[in-house]
């Protein structure tokens, strides 16, 4: 059974880092292309980025909302997607989901959300 | 960036009812076009992927088609357990989600 397990939300003031893991199990990880999405509380779904399979690269896309300021990263030893948030504004508040997919996939597993708040 | 622009915001229907939702998207897309219902507090689930296919597990009275620009999802006899919120989604460039149905029971 496939499970991802996002971790690392929590109460952060604005201008500060964040990083947010996904744990994943169920699945060969480094097949994979990862995906980060996030919901800001009573709206609707917004896409944050993937990153490829070391296969395709290992190379990584983001939204114009968050280019420059968010990194996705792999560790496939450890089957973990890295979310490392930078420069927050309140504006980021949200829940964080991450997916297994990216690029052209069908994201059909997706895991529970961790809540990040920005907050002064 | 590819615009999705789902209709109805916001929908009310009784039990046994017929319920359409309609997605259109800014440019061709395809049959890149997904929905998924999302419960509250809850991740969003896939229902229909590539426009009319339906996802394994999922009961037959959900639905969807179209092709392109013009997207259609169906549920064809409510039940109580579909309250919820839908969302279409284009894969085509990367991610777009449409701005959600929330559907209410009347």
């Known amino acids: 059974e496939v499970q991802l397990v996002e971790s690392g939300g929590g109460l952060v003031k604005p201008g500060r880092s964040l990083r947010l893991s996904c744990t994943a199990s169920g699945f060969t990880f480094g097949d994979y292309a990862m995906s980060w999405f996030r919901q800001a509380p009573g709206k609707g779904l917004e896409w944050v980025g993937f990153i490829r399979s070391k296969a395709y690269g290992g190379t990584t896309e983001y939204a114009a909302s968050v280019k420059g300021r968010f990194t996705i990263s792999r560790d496939d030893s450890k089957s973990i997607a890295y979310l490392q948030m930078n420069s927050l504004k309140t504006e980021d508040t949200a829940v964080y989901y991450c997916?297994?997919?990216?690029?052209?996939?069908?994201?059909?597993?997706w895991g529970q959300g961790t809540l990040v708040t920005v907050s002064s | 960036d590819i615009q999705m622009t789902q209709s109805p915001s916001s929908l009310s229907a009784s039990v046994g009812d017929r319920v359409t939702i309609t997605c259109q998207a800014s440019?061709?897309?395809?049959?890149?076009l997904n929905w998924y219902q999302q419960k509250p507090g809850k991740a969003p689930k896939l229902l229909i992927y590539?426009?009319?296919n339906l996802e394994t597990g999922v009961p037959s009275r959900f639905s969807g088609s179209g092709s392109g620009t013009d997207f259609t999802f169906t549920i064809s006899s409510l039940q109580p357990e579909d309250i919820a919120t839908y969302y279409c989604q284009q894969y085509d460039n990367p991610y777009t989600f449409g701005q959600g149905t929330k559907l209410e029971i009347k």
């Open positions: 440019q061709d897309i395809s049959n890149y």
């Open positions: 590539d426009a009319s």
């Open positions: 997916t297994r997919g990216g690029g052209y996939d069908i994201l059909t597993e």
